[in-house]
């Protein structure tokens, strides 16, 4: 029988980028030794983890705010050590999106349900995100800054598009989608990801 060493915690808190505890983060902790295998766990209302018992060497932890979407995940990189006690990972300022969905034929607004591609170049990790609008205006916040797909499409089948870098801004101008029955989509994989367009548009992709 072989067991891990006694003792060897990894203890810490999950923090604001003003350095405020941050509660119901998911906290991910990757043990390089062995190849990536990890634990995952939530922060408390203090914002502390705690993994272990865990083997000597070093880890790579990781946290994500999936749960509320208030701040843009901590860095990817960060090492820590079996034994560590006060380990402090820290989110990153959110961006956000917010605008209307307007109908392209008559200016009025409409509801949608909407899709937000977001693609990780560095990583190379695609990952989509859906919510609906019933008044036509849709606020979203918690995003990682970065380049979005962003689909608009209408019960009776109405689509709009439009690609959107998000940075962090608390306030950030509100855009339109416009949305038209004749539109249609195309989508294409490339190599630093997989992207999504109006068909008609000379960036849409092959």
């Not at 990781?62 to 509320?68: K, M, S, T, V």
């Not at 849709?138 to 940075?167: K, S, W």
């Amino acid at each position: 029988v072989v067991h891990a060493p006694r003792g060897l915690f990894i203890r810490g808190r999950v923090v604001d980028p003003d350095g405020n505890p941050v509660a119901k983060v998911v906290v991910m902790l990757s043990c390089k030794a062995t190849g990536g295998s990890y634990q995952d766990g939530l922060s408390d209302e203090e914002g502390r983890f705690t993994f272990g018992p865990c083997w000597q060497g070093e880890y790579s932890i990781h946290a994500l705010d999936l749960i509320i979407h208030r701040f843009a995940p901590s860095d990817h990189m960060q090492i820590v050590h079996a034994g560590d006690q006060d380990v402090i990972v820290k989110l990153k300022g959110a961006g956000r999106i917010r605008g209307r969905i307007i109908d392209a034929a008559t200016g009025q607004l409409v509801a949608a349900k909407l899709l937000l591609n977001q693609h990780d170049a560095a990583s190379g990790v695609s990952s989509w995100r859906m919510l609906g609008t019933d008044d036509g205006t849709f606020d979203v916040d918690g995003l990682t800054p970065m380049i979005y797909d962003i689909v608009a499409n209408t019960e009776d089948g109405r689509i709009g598009v439009r690609h959107q870098a998000v940075e962090w801004d608390p306030s950030p101008r509100s855009i339109d989608i416009l949305v038209s029955p004749a539109a249609k989509l195309r989508a294409h994989c490339a190599p630093d990801g997989f992207y999504v367009g109006m068909a008609d548009r000379a960036d849409s992709g092959p």
